[in-house]
């Protein structure tokens, strides 16, 4: 059985996006990855398109919250950001709950250009992070 997996990020945006297709995309064989966040806003268009750039289909992908998930039980609840760590509430019982932060490209300022090169470093950071994380020797 898939191991499920719940990202969280402020606005499920970017980071939680970017994570729950990179994992669905490369570990989707052994777990299945969800998203939320504490307010729903919309999937950043950067965001989509580097995961794009991978292969990765984004049409399943869209913002929403924690609610969404009420009920429902993860195996592992991470934080992508110090905001979602400090209001993440704990209804997740005993799920195994961490903190990986990463940084959030869409804060920076500049053109759709000028941030690519950035949105495709958290993207990478995030992909590699995860998966050495979650294919550990304590998660398997």
Excluded: W
């Excluded at 990765?56 to 992908?61: F, R, V, Y």
Aim: aromatic share 8%.
């Amino acid at each position: 059985m898939k191991k499920r997996i719940l990202f969280l990020c402020t606005h499920n945006s970017c980071r939680s996006q970017m994570a729950e297709g990179l994992i669905n995309h490369y570990l989707g064989d052994r777990f299945h990855a969800f998203s939320a966040g504490t307010e729903a806003t919309r999937v950043n268009p950067l965001a989509a398109l580097v995961l794009e750039e991978l292969g990765i289909d984004t049409s399943p992908l869209y913002s929403k919250t924690l609610d969404a998930f009420s009920g429902q039980s993860f195996d592992h609840v991470i934080t992508l950001c110090g905001s979602a760590n400090e209001q993440c509430p704990l209804f997740f019982g005993g799920v195994q709950r961490s903190h990986i932060g990463f940084d959030d490209p869409s804060r920076l300022p500049g053109s759709p250009e000028e941030l690519l090169p950035e949105f495709r470093r958290v993207r990478d950071e995030i992909k590699e992070k995860l998966t050495v994380y979650l294919t550990g020797a304590n998660h398997e």
